[in-house]
């Protein structure tokens, strides 16, 4: 099985061959940001994992510039955005669903012993790694707040 950088290498191939300009476009930028990544001190070349992190951080930074846009009334540019967001997210794994990602985040409250709010850390602890591109850590974090707020 071909590892993710390799998939996407081939795939900005095909997107040159196809003339897909956004497509294109996104998995320029992606392959800058792996690379950036991998020349900071200290770094060394991005496994599947190193990878996942960066796409995730980059449709992070998508959609904050998304709110930005559509505050500051520019629909055109936010749907842009949207654009690049989907083209990057085929590169994720399967997503949870609501009530997976409810199970994944019992299992590691029950698994930390967490009795209230102030154990979060540890519970982000366990479900971070284990959640990787599965699921956005703004949207674990939500959960586990909200069971963790059923607690006390």
């Known amino acids: 099985m071909a590892t993710l950088k390799e998939r996407i290498d081939a795939d900005l191939k095909d997107a040159m061959r196809s003339k897909q300009e956004l497509k294109l476009s996104v998995l320029r930028m992606l392959k800058s940001a792996v690379k950036y990544k991998e020349v900071e001190p200290g770094a060394s070349a991005l496994d599947d994992a190193g990878v996942l992190q960066v796409i995730g951080t980059l449709i992070k ?3 904050d510039s998304i709110e930005q846009f559509k505050a500051g009334g520019h629909a055109d540019r936010a749907e842009a955005e949207e654009k690049e967001i989907a083209v990057l997210q085929a590169y994720l794994p399967q997503q949870l669903t609501a009530d ?3 199970a994944e985040v019992q299992a590691a409250i029950s ?3 967490a009795k209230s709010a102030k154990d979060m850390g540890a519970v982000m602890k366990l479900l ?3 959640l990787q591109g ?3 850590g703004r949207v674990i ?3 586990v707040k909200s069971q963790l707020s059923k607690l006390s």
């Open 141 to 143: 974090s939500e959960e």
């Open 128 to 130: 971070t790694p284990k």
């Open 111 to 113: 698994a930390a012993g």
């Open 100 to 102: 997976e990602l409810r």
């Open 61 to 63: 930074q998508r959609r």
């Open 134 to 136: 599965r699921a956005e």
